[in-house]
């Protein structure tokens, strides 16, 4: 099993609409969580970090859930410069290997 | 302020060579990673340094991987041979301390044919 599992997608949601991924981890020990946005034939980049509280960036809001191992990321009023593949990031329990999951592919539509 | 710089962007090589990638981190970063990335199986950690120290390498594919880090500015990752199935993006990337942010470079695209 993958440690860090997410549905690959794509979604495929129009414009304005409010869109959610979730991600699951295997690792009960892990401690830190991020989500990263990769644009086509670009590099990874931070989006958010996810705290045990929950936190919001602006459209962006992120959640974790301890008792069932996973994490959310909601996207409200998509726009079109929203589409990218969003990757789901855990670590190892405390070291700095953290584990990717594949990426959920999003295209926002007209 | 200067990213992590990786060369070469892109390389063709035909099966067999030897492939040398290159990666220049941020500067007073003390971790630095080398990723795989493919449609099949996603971003893959190969193997990270930290203070040039390697530090896990448990996914580096097999014996014709190898990485060093000689200096904080400096690390290379070598396929030699090198086969087509290698044919993927590496990035490099680094990051300050523990569970903080990662930054990667733009990557090099490899194909191997």
């Known amino acids: 099993r993958k440690e860090v599992e997410q549905d690959p997608g794509p979604f495929n949601v129009p414009e304005g609409a409010t869109v959610a991924f979730n991600c699951t981890y295997s690792?009960?020990?892990?401690?830190?969580f991020f989500w990263y946005r990769q644009d086509c034939r670009k590099e990874p980049k931070l989006l958010m970090s996810?705290?045990?509280s929950g936190n919001e960036d602006g459209r962006f809001t992120a959640q974790l859930n301890r008792a069932s191992q996973y994490i959310s990321l909601l996207i409200r009023d998509s726009k079109l410069s929203d589409s990218a593949t969003y990757l789901c990031?855990?670590?190892?329990?405390?070291?700095?290997?953290?584990?990717f999951g594949i990426g959920t592919k999003l295209q926002v539509i007209p | 302020d200067a990213g992590v710089i990786q060369s070469p962007r892109h390389e063709v090589t035909e099966m067999g060579q030897e492939v040398t990638l290159r990666c220049k981190p941020i500067?007073?970063?003390?971790?630095l990673f080398w990723y795989r990335q493919t449609m099949m199986r996603g971003l893959e950690l190969l193997i990270y340094?930290?203070?040039?120290?390697?530090?896990?390498d448990s996914g580096m594919p097999e014996d014709r991987f190898s990485a060093k880090m000689p200096n904080a500015s400096f690390s290379t990752l070598k396929i030699q041979p090198s086969e087509p199935r290698d044919s993927a993006v590496y990035f490099c990337?680094?990051?300050?301390?523990?569970?903080?942010?990662?930054?990667f470079g733009e990557g090099s695209w490899l194909t191997v044919v």
């Open positions: 990337a680094s990051s300050l301390s523990r569970a903080s942010t990662i930054y």
């Open positions: 690792n009960s020990a892990s401690q830190s």
């Open positions: 996810v705290y045990s």
């Open positions: 990031v855990g670590d190892s329990g405390g070291y700095q290997k953290v584990t």
């Open positions: 500067s007073g970063h003390d971790y």
């Open positions: 340094f930290n203070n040039n120290v390697p530090i896990d």
